[in-house]
């Protein structure tokens, strides 16, 4: 059984087609990246996965549940960070963390807010209202809320948006040792040296269709290129 | 002074969208309406009241009163028998009139022996809002110049009545019929009075809970919007039944809370605004609100409360941001204050059909219609009401449980396919 199943998946919005009928499975363990340009369906793609959009035709599996008629058993499975997500502004990060695992009543919810922090790794400024923090330790403590909750299946759009680049790699760090311990990561990302070092394998997607696939290596040697910027670059134009 | 210009017109092409300006033209409307319905007050003030009489006395003083009836007011039953009374009373309750004046014998007589006269008042009193006590106020004031004539010619006349008795010739008693009850020594303004914590601070307090705490509904949805917090609420394992529930629940607590402060601080400004008279009490009158009424209030109110906050939360689902919220609640204020009006100026009973069907459609007139109803025992209002309000609650609530269900919430696309698809090929021509 994948972790997840793509079958055909087109979503509209009114009478924009932002995905056109794109298909991909990922296994357990496995990072799984989607690149493309801006406005290519990615974080829509993402979306329809994390039980967010409607689908409007194909349909998508998160292990053995299917999206449309079990949202509510994906939603235990799965943990998603948005791209632009925000926190509540006038509770602390610790608060948040722990309303946040409150939700999570047949797991360990101490341990949890423990993990969370540990990732956000705000020091004292945990304690500090949401609304204090800078662009980065908001995303650090998004991330931390996302992973803390030991997802089957993390779907993380633009994990690192925003972050510095000691930040960004430890980060990226924290998402190879989740892999580790079983949880399977489905990201977006414009980082190709991002892509290229944390992703098993990825799509690369343009205007809701699914382009080219692969993992990393394999597709700089299909399109004898040093680097996925460049692959990126020579299947998109 | 270029940039100043750009700035200028940027703004005010953000201030001036449909979402600012319909609201100001229906207020608009609304004052314009109130403005109209203000006349009509004017004019029945300076219409003739409808009455009947029965005067068994032919002194002097008294045909100068009946003079001054016949001049002022349509007479629609008038006798010298004074056990016509019911049959008076039932003549001017079919003409729609509103009150009985019987002149006693000796009235005249009375007066010349330095006596007061009476002029006993039975009133017909249809209903305890503001539009009844302007109606029965023409009646008082008809009274009043009959006093004032009468004290005007002993005066003239230089009789040697006593002063007290020649400035103040007559004494009104009344005895008002009301829903059934007879209340003795009670003019309807009295009764007014009394009723006036039912009358206008319930109506005063539901709307204020309604407008506070459904503005806070709205506002917290157009806040988990801007501040992007809905899109991972909406992912966690987490019920939509128990998102729309619990906000709904909290904002409920927190109006209750405030409607015990305004209601304490409220009663307070009525009973500093001497409303009525303080020392007669409803209770005396048989006018008081038994444990059974107010648990039927409080369950008035109670739904009343959840079908607001659930028709904001469904208001709420249209807000982007904060911006758009402050619009949102527009409808809401419109829906608790027109209520709040009808109900302090009218019975609910003395209404024509258009506008009962109206109040009683808009959930929040029930709580506010009930203690006045309760007190009269009007059983049938409130329970219909509460069961109304209960279904329309319901109903609103699954409605907003399903837009949760949908994706409506994150795409905002409520416009339909089709008007997007209009608007797609009209942009392609
Ligand atoms: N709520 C919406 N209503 C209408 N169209 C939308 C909506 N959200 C996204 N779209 C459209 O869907 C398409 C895909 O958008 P999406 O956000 O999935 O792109 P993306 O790949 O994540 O881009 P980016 O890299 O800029 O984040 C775009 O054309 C976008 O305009
Ligand atoms: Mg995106």
Redesign the pocket.
């Known amino acids: 059984m994948h972790t997840v199943e793509v079958n055909n998946l087109v979503k509209d919005?009114?009478a924009?087609q932002?995905i056109k009928g794109i298909s991909f499975n990922i296994d357990q363990g496995e990072i799984f990246g989607l690149i493309?340009?801006?406005?290519?369906?990615?974080?829509?793609?993402l979306r329809v996965i994390s039980t967010l959009l409607q689908i409007t035709s194909g349909s998508v599996k998160v292990l053995e549940y299917d999206v449309k008629k079990n949202p509510e058993e994906v939603r235990k499975l799965i943990s998603y960070l948005p791209?632009d997500a925000g926190a509540y502004k006038n509770l602390t990060g610790r608060a948040y963390l722990t309303f946040i695992a409150n939700f999570f009543t047949y797991k360990n919810t101490k341990e949890m807010i423990e993990k969370g922090i540990t990732i956000a790794d705000l020091e004292d400024r945990i304690d500090d209202k949401v609304d204090t923090y800078s662009k980065g330790m908001k995303r650090r403590l998004l991330v931390g809320r996302a992973l803390m909750t030991d997802p089957r299946l993390a779907i993380l759009d633009e994990p690192t948006s925003g972050l510095d680049v000691i930040n960004a790699q430890e980060i990226r760090k924290i998402i190879k040792d989740i892999t580790r311990a079983g949880t399977t990561v489905l990201l977006?990302s414009?980082n190709m040296l991002e892509v290229e070092y944390l992703c098993d394998r990825i799509a690369l997607i343009s205007d809701g269709i699914i382009v080219e696939r692969g993992r990393p290596k394999q597709l700089m040697e299909k399109y004898n290129a040093s680097n996925i910027e460049e692959v990126f670059t020579k299947v998109v134009q | 002074m270029k940039s100043l210009n750009n700035i200028i017109k940027k703004e005010i092409k953000e201030l001036l969208t449909p979402a600012t300006i319909i609201p100001i033209v229906v207020m608009a409307f609304i004052f314009g309406s109130i403005g109209t319905s203000m006349e009509g007050i004017q004019e029945e003030l300076e219409e003739k009241p409808v009455i009947g009489y029965i005067v068994q006395d032919t002194g002097d003083l008294v045909t100068l009163a009946v003079s001054i009836i016949d001049n002022r007011s349509e007479v629609v039953f008038n006798s010298t028998n004074i056990n016509d009374k019911s049959i008076g009373l039932e003549q001017i309750g079919e003409n729609d009139g509103m009150a009985l004046i019987v002149i006693t014998q000796n009235f005249s007589k009375n007066i010349h022996n330095n006596k007061m006269g009476e002029i006993e008042v039975y009133w017909i009193m249809k209903g305890a809002g503001i539009m009844d006590s302007i109606s029965s106020e023409t009646v008082e004031q008809l009274i009043g110049s009959i006093n004032y004539e009468i004290s005007k010619s002993l005066i003239e006349e230089n009789s040697t009545i006593n002063a007290t008795i020649a400035l103040n010739p007559s004494n009104k008693i009344d005895t008002t019929y009301f829903k059934g009850k007879e209340f003795n020594r009670l003019s309807p303004g009295i009764i007014i009075g009394l009723l006036s914590t039912q009358s206008f601070l319930f109506p005063i307090v539901m709307m204020m809970i309604i407008i506070v705490a459904g503005s806070m509904v709205i506002s917290s949805m157009a806040m988990e919007k801007e501040n992007k917090t809905l899109e991972t609420l909406l992912t966690l394992p987490v019920k939509r039944t128990s998102i729309v529930t619990g906000k709904i629940v909290a904002s409920a607590v927190v109006g209750l809370i405030f409607a015990i402060i305004y209601m304490v601080g409220m009663s307070r400004y009525f009973s500093g605004l001497n409303f009525s008279v303080q020392e007669l009490n409803l209770a005396d009158f048989g006018l008081a609100l038994t444990s059974d009424d107010f648990v039927l209030m409080g369950i008035s109110l109670f739904v009343a409360l959840i079908s607001a906050l659930a028709l904001c939360m469904l208001l709420g689902t249209l807000a982007k941001n904060y911006k758009s919220a402050q619009t949102l609640t527009f409808p809401i204020t419109m829906l608790a204050l027109v209520p709040m009006f009808f109900t302090m100026f009218a019975d609910f009973d003395t209404l024509p059909l258009a506008l009962k069907a109206l109040v009683f459609a808009i959930p929040f007139s029930h709580p506010m219609m009930a203690a006045r109803a309760l007190i009269f025992n009007d059983y049938l209002l409130v329970v219909s009401g509460i069961i109304y309000v209960t279904v329309f609650a319901i109903v609103t609530i699954s409605i907003v449980v399903w837009v949760f269900k949908t994706d409506k919430l994150l795409?905002?696309?409520i416009r339909l396919k089709k008007f997007a698809d209009l608007r797609k090929h009209y942009r392609s021509r």
């Not at chain 1, 493309?36 to 793609?45: I, M, R, S």
């Open positions: 919005y009114g924009i932002a493309g340009p801006n406005g290519a369906g990615k974080t829509t793609a791209e977006s414009h | 795409t905002g696309s």
